[in-house]
Nanobody, 122 residues
Framework: QVQLVESGGGSVQAGGSLRLSCAAS????????MAWFRQAPGKEREFVGT????????NYGDSVKGRFTISRDGAKNIMYLQMNSLKREDTAVYYC???????????????WGRGTQVTVSS
């Protein structure tokens, strides 16, 4: 089993920055990718970005490309999400996931964090 705990959320004005962290514990040797998702009230869960655990390759959703950056510290088993140039529409609960895949229209993973709230005000 893998446990994931997000931190770093909060309130920020539009144009500002935040850095989220996702700490993994448990059977972390089995992690091969991690990802950030977000969900705003009344909306479906949205893919933010992902990173491969060994090589650190990243991929991002279109809405955050050029503004958000994912990195990881393999030694500490922590994934980060650096969010710059934040917009009101970035307001959501941000979740991290491990060993996820996209299967027949759904994001599938056994490991989700509980989420951290990010609120961007104008």
């Amino acid at each position: 089993q893998v446990q994931l705990v997000e931190s770093g959320g909060g309130s920020v004005q539009a144009g500002g920055s935040l850095r989220l962290s996702c700490a993994a514990s448990g059977r972390t040797s089995g992690i091969y990718n991690m990802a950030w998702f977000r969900q705003a009230p009344g909306k479906e869960r949205e893919f933010v970005g992902t990173i491969t655990w060994t090589r650190g390759l990243t991929n991002y959703g279109d809405s955050v490309k050029g503004r958000f950056t994912i990195s990881r510290d393999g030694a500490k088993n922590i994934m980060y999400l650096q969010m710059n140039s934040l917009k009101r529409e970035d307001t959501a609960v941000y979740y991290c996931a491990a060993n996820w895949l996209y299967d027949r229209g759904s994001y599938v993973t056994d490991y989700w964090g509980r989420g951290t709230q990010v609120t961007v005000s104008s």
